[in-house]
């Protein structure tokens, strides 16, 4: 699973790396920590605007939601069940990149999970990256207000991930830049499913 990210780097370095321009410097904030359970605005390319960097709420709300409360639910999306689930079934085709250049997962030292383990999970040069996500875009009943928001792709975790998400053996989606542009032009999800990116993680 993918609860708690980060993204430190700059802003330049990141619309260099993307080959794209932040819509709102105001909302950009450099995070060593990023917890998904305070769905917070963070930067996105979608598919339907690849050259520019919007940030959008983590914790998808599908348009047809009667309030905002799924979002809770939402951080992450199974890619083994996207075309299943309605929160995300459609979704499918509202690809975006979720920029980050780390994310925190904790490996259970015991059974019952009361002893964790943190690591901080990144590219093995901590190089910018992006997590496979999908979009939604939803209308607030009482209020008007839309609000964008996202959900990450989990798979299968490899090798290295099972030894450290020990409790659920999973991982969020990691796209390597030659294939970010697959992502984002809906190549189907099949593709996505391993994930052998090569990885580094650190005791925290």
């Known amino acids: ?42 930067p996105v390319i979608t598919n339907n605007k690849t050259d520019i960097i919007q940030h959008f709420q983590w914790g998808l709300i599908p348009f047809w ?29 509202k690809r975006c990149l979720i920029i980050a250049d780390g994310f925190y997962e904790w490996q259970w030292l015991d059974t019952k999970g009361k002893k964790k383990q943190k690591y901080l999970i990144t590219l093995p040069n901590d190089e910018l990256f992006a997590f ?38 999973r991982m969020p989606v990691i796209l390597t830049k030659n294939i970010e542009n697959d992502w984002l032009r809906n190549k189907s999800i099949d593709n996505f499913k391993a994930n052998n990116i090569e990885l580094k993680a650190v005791k925290i």
């Open 1 to 42: 699973m993918c609860f708690f990210s980060k993204l430190s780097t700059p802003i330049k370095e990141i619309e260099n790396r993307f080959n794209a321009k932040i819509d709102d410097y105001n909302m950009f904030q450099e995070k060593e920590y990023i917890n998904g359970f305070t769905f917070p605005k963070t």
């Open 65 to 93: 939601a009667k309030d905002d409360s799924i979002k809770k639910f939402t951080l992450n999306a199974k890619i083994e069940t996207l075309k299943e689930k309605p929160s995300f079934k459609n979704s499918i085709n």
């Open 132 to 169: 496979a996500g999908i979009w939604s875009e939803w209308a607030n009943r009482i209020t008007g207000e839309i609000i964008f928001s996202y959900s990450i792709i989990t798979t299968q975790a490899n090798k290295l991930m099972q030894e450290i998400h020990n409790s659920k053996k």
